[in-house]
């Protein structure tokens, strides 16, 4: 680990009783802006190029409220960078064909670079309704990067898409200077979407890295390997200091809504703010990784405005990508 | 690690000073002649089915020695087994476009199930001609598992061809009853054909894996902490005893020739009759793994007999699977 840039981040001073600094809080939300603007003269290139901006397409099925709200911050994020926006909104009784062929005109459409189908689908499109969904894809406009031959590109090292929320932790560590190449690496959770893809990309830059998961015999032990720790798994503070070794970069991919009160008192204890909010809403998000890491870790993405922004953010990037691809194929 | 099936096995006694057994070595050709031996049914199930039997398809260009003898070994062990094949030789000055059309000609004919084209490709054809070829190679004839779109599936876990090392690894750990689950193993490498795709099936299969590679700080100690360790790096002895935890399952993929005698005279110490074959040859085969590591490990596959002959029947078993595909789909 090279990211100790005081004394007070650097593990060796835990070990003689000097008291720890708080983990440097790694600001998502900055980042994405960083990101998004070094992407309007891309934009422009493509604008001057295409005769058009960089247009992504999106369709959602049903009416999930919580999808619905992640499809408006999509939509509003591409319109503020200047990116043409399609969105198509199907009921909640479609059919996968009536999906399949809303993706098959974006595909025809030489007016869109990225499409993306919002998950979940409704669970009456059956069980492999995602996956005919990212089948049918154009890999030329898969933003997502969920489509197998995505994922073949990414693991083969080709030029792709990668999935969004692993491409924005790497430009995370990159632009907050912490190192990966060298590093262990432990990702804790093996989803397509996240675990795998972010374990490719980690290994693609020269990390030592380790995959655990429901599985894996002494998580905490495991965990504690790591100079880089992804905490991907859907259990709202699952990772406590015990995980941590001291200094360790922690990054919280979690998202979960958290309603019983007794758990947001423990998981809030140090965060009274949130525990106030919490108290007025009667829920609230939490991460994968316990609020009082901080107190071990050298530096810790926060829930929400860590990962969620950079996610955002690597889509508008991917989506720029494509349109580049198009004017320069 | 569940393998211990004697008190020398185990490594609690070493801890006490007991002598240890010399690691149990895995008779990879037997396995293989299992594996060969259950497909038998099955490839009179496709001939009743297609009225004709599962047929491989090889194209090689070039003239190199060792890669004739490995075609020539494919091919003997399909006929063997049953099998029919077919074998197109280009010459060494062939274009790329030439070996592409013979792989558009395997895949439009119906009497052909699995295609492999032998690596390597000729240098002149470029840098990226074995890629073209993959991602040529139809999905479903793909028996070599190196196309994207193989690649991509294995990593979704969906049904596809895995590479055949990796998956004859598999295939001997289970029928050695070997445990997998919850295991913590470490796979040395990370090459497309043998360690990324190893990392996923031993994951697939609830094993904790880390991969390592040439920029792994302490590799032995990393190394150390697998109950399975996979070497797949291409450097002759390179896995010493001090990177093997007592009673750890050692799997070497490498196949190195050494040439130099003293190099040789090393490795050999404790195998008088290969040094013999080498001081009449002038050369061996020797894997990644040092031979005295069976003083360390508790069980360990040998170069040559180990994973050499998996490779080879889960080529076939590949094959029969696409033929079975065509006969249901």
């Given amino acids: 680990m090279r990211l100790a840039e005081t004394p007070c981040e650097n593990p060796r001073f835990f070990a003689h009783g000097i008291k720890q600094m708080p983990a440097r809080i790694i600001d998502g939300k900055a980042i994405a802006q960083q990101i998004r603007d070094d992407l309007a003269a891309r934009i422009a290139a493509v604008r001057e190029g295409l005769g058009r901006s960089p247009h992504l397409a999106i369709a959602i099925v049903g009416d999930d409220p919580a999808s619905h709200v992640y499809v408006r911050n999509k939509l509003r994020t591409a319109e503020d960078s200047g990116m043409g926006v399609t969105l198509e909104t199907l009921p909640g009784d479609s059919t996968l064909d009536e999906t399949l062929a809303v993706v098959e005109r974006f595909n025809m459409s030489a007016q869109i670079d990225g499409i ?16 005919r969904v990212f089948d049918t894809i154009d890999p030329g406009k898969d933003v997502d990067g969920f489509s197998p031959i995505s994922a073949g590109h990414l693991s083969q090292k080709r030029s792709g898409f990668a999935p969004c929320t692993p491409a924005g932790i790497i430009e995370m560590l990159d632009r907050e200077r912490l190192a990966i190449e060298g590093a262990r690496a432990v990702v804790i959770g093996r989803s397509d979407i996240v675990g795998k893809p972010m374990a490719m990309l980690l290994m693609h830059r020269n990390a030592t890295v380790t995959v655990c998961h429901s599985r894996t015999r002494d998580l905490p032990g495991v965990a504690r390997e790591a100079d880089i720790l992804v905490a991907a798994i859907g259990r709202a503070g699952l990772v406590t200091q015990d995980f941590v070794k001291p200094g360790a970069v922690v990054i919280d991919v979690g998202m979960n809504r958290v309603t019983d009160a007794d758990e947001a008192r423990q998981l809030l204890a140090s965060q009274p703010k949130r525990l106030k909010l919490f108290e007025r809403r009667g829920s609230v998000l939490v991460g994968d990784v316990h609020p009082n890491v901080a107190e071990t870790a ?7 405005g860590g990962v969620g922004p950079l996610t955002i953010a690597m889509l508008m990037a991917n989506t720029v990508r494509a349109a580049e691809l198009r004017l320069s194929g």
């Fill in 116 to 131: 993306l189908v919002q998950s979940p689908l409704p669970a009456g499109m059956g069980r492999n309704a995602a996956q």
């Fill in 298 to 304: 050298g530096a810790l993405t926060p829930v929400p």
